[in-house]
T-cell receptor
């Protein structure tokens, strides 16, 4: 199993540009999550999904949208990137909501200039 | 993979010594506490969890202690090895209603193992 994969690994955007980060998992997990990680702030939940076709807001959802059209994929979109969105983005998945063992991808470093 | 920022508290230990990483939490209502390990350039990896009605739980070379009186959580690593060098995050689980739980992560501690 590949586990959780993320594409791309790195990206540089200019303010106002848009992009989509792709997360894929091959573990048949129901739950998927998008986090951002900034220095000194730990991981913060952006959006999450409890199953195919469903999404919900996390702690810091503003400026991001998500979609879960297929169970194995969870997409994170930035419609109009801002420098404040410069961060490392991690996707994670878990078998069920009560599982505290989340499996994380390797991350995407996004820089917005 | 991606690296973690370096603006973190650091614990430096000698190889073979025991390590103790501490964490303070804020929410008395959290029902689970979890430790994650993040190696440089990788995503976090689950280590161990403890339910809020327990004081201690042991895993392989790791022990987690929970002191609810002072809202303190610690991770003890026995016979620390170079492969243990990483950033360690504590997380608390919050239930937002129904079956949905969310993890609230701490800011992390960098463990540096000296050979």
């Amino acid at each position: 199993n590949a586990g959780v994969t993320q594409t791309p690994k790195f990206r540089v955007l200019k303010t106002g540009q848009s992009m989509t980060l792709l997360c894929a998992q091959d573990m048949n997990h129901e739950y998927m999550y998008w986090y951002r990680q900034d220095p000194g702030m730990g991981l913060r939940l952006i959006h999450y999904s409890v199953g195919e076709g469903t999404t919900a807001k996390g702690e810091v959802p503003d400026g991001y949208n998500v979609s879960r059209l297929k169970k194995q994929n969870f997409l994170l979109g930035l419609e109009s990137a801002a420098p404040s969105q410069t961060s490392v983005y991690f996707c994670a998945s878990s078998y069920r909501a009560s599982s505290y063992e989340q499996y994380f991808g390797p991350g995407t470093r996004l820089t917005v200039t | 993979g991606e690296s973690v920022g370096l603006h973190l508290p650091t614990l430096s230990v000698q190889e073979g010594d025991n390590s103790i990483i501490n964490c303070a939490y804020s929410n008395s209502a959290s029902d689970y506490f979890i430790w994650y390990k993040q190696e440089s350039g990788k995503g976090p990896q689950f280590i161990i969890d403890i339910r809020s009605n327990m004081d201690k739980r042991q895993g392989q070379r790791v022990t987690v202690l929970l002191n609810k009186t002072v809202k303190h959580l610690s991770l003890q690593i026995a016979a620390t090895q170079p492969g243990d060098s990483a950033v360690y995050f504590c997380a608390e689980n919050k239930n937002y209603g129904g079956a949905t739980n969310k993890l609230i992560f701490g800011t992390g501690t960098l463990l540096a193992v000296q050979p």
